[in-house]
T-cell receptor, first 113, second 113 residues
Framework: NAGVMQNPRHLVRRRGQEARLRCSPM?????VYWYRQLPEEGLKFMVY????????ESGMPKERFSAEFPKEGPSILRIQQVVRGDSAAYFC???FGSGNTIYFGEGSWLTVV | GENVEQHPSTLSVQEGDSAVIKCTYS??????FPWYKQELGKGPQLIID?????GEKKDQRIAVTLNKTAKHFSLHITETQPEDSAVYFC????????????FGQGTRLTINP
């Protein structure tokens, strides 16, 4: 009965490189959310996806960031040309459907050097 | 949009005493209020949630109260134990549609033995 699985747990990238964060939702869940947490701050909503569809990306920066949740495989959060300000913990969450309880993964900690 | 304020930012209590954390929200349309516990280096763990059709919910040592008129809700932990030490986040959302959780800033709770 695995929960929300994220990998990698820790990722170090140099400025200008690309970061790819993966998320497998809980079994049976078809709704995925990505949140970002800066040090000593709360979580901020980035994007909400269902299979093959982006439902709401109002919290995601317009440039360099993209997300997908393909028909097969995990959800991917992609950050191109990373900058130091992208250093944060990125949390994926999933739910059975809209209106159901949201469960979080253990996070992916991105450090940009 | 929704804004959630959480107080206090830090809280220290003696083991066995009670702890109370309070949150206020701005959007009267919000109808779902979860509380998450986050330990160092880990993801947020749902500990209790409440929907706007009830005023109070209890689960063993944890309880949440909701005042829709005043737009505030509170977490109560009784008989605190050292393992309750963590950062606690409140959140608010509208259940229908894109269920975006808006988080408070967090409360660092320390239980002193």
């Amino acid at each position: 009965n695995a929960g929300v699985m994220q990998n990698p747990r820790h990722l170090v990238r140099r400025r200008g490189q690309e970061a790819r964060l993966r998320c497998s939702p809980m079994k049976g869940h078809s709704h995925v959310y990505w949140y970002r947490q800066l040090p000593e701050e709360g979580l901020k909503f980035m994007v909400y996806l269902q299979k093959e569809n982006i439902i709401d990306e109002s919290g995601m920066p317009k440039e360099r960031f993209s997300a997908e949740f393909p028909k097969e495989g995990p959800s991917i959060l992609r950050i191109q040309q990373v900058v130091r300000g992208d250093s944060a913990a990125y949390f994926c969450a999933s739910s059975f459907g809209s209106g159901n309880t949201i469960y979080f993964g253990e996070g992916s900690w991105l450090t940009v050097v | 949009g929704e804004n959630v304020e959480q107080h206090p930012s830090t809280l220290s209590v003696q083991e066995g005493d009670s702890a109370v954390i309070k949150c206020t929200y701005s959007d009267s349309a919000s109808n779902y209020f979860p509380w998450y516990k986050q330990e160092l280096g880990k993801g947020p763990q749902l500990i209790i949630d409440i929907r706007s059709n009830v005023g109070e919910k209890k689960d063993q040592r944890i309880a949440v109260t909701l005042n829709k008129t005043a737009k505030h809700f509170s977490l109560h932990i009784t008989e605190t134990q050292p393992e309750d030490s963590a950062v606690y986040f409140c959140a608010a959302s509208i259940v229908q549609g894109a269920q975006k959780l808006v988080f408070g800033q967090g409360t660092r709770l320390t239980i002193n033995p």
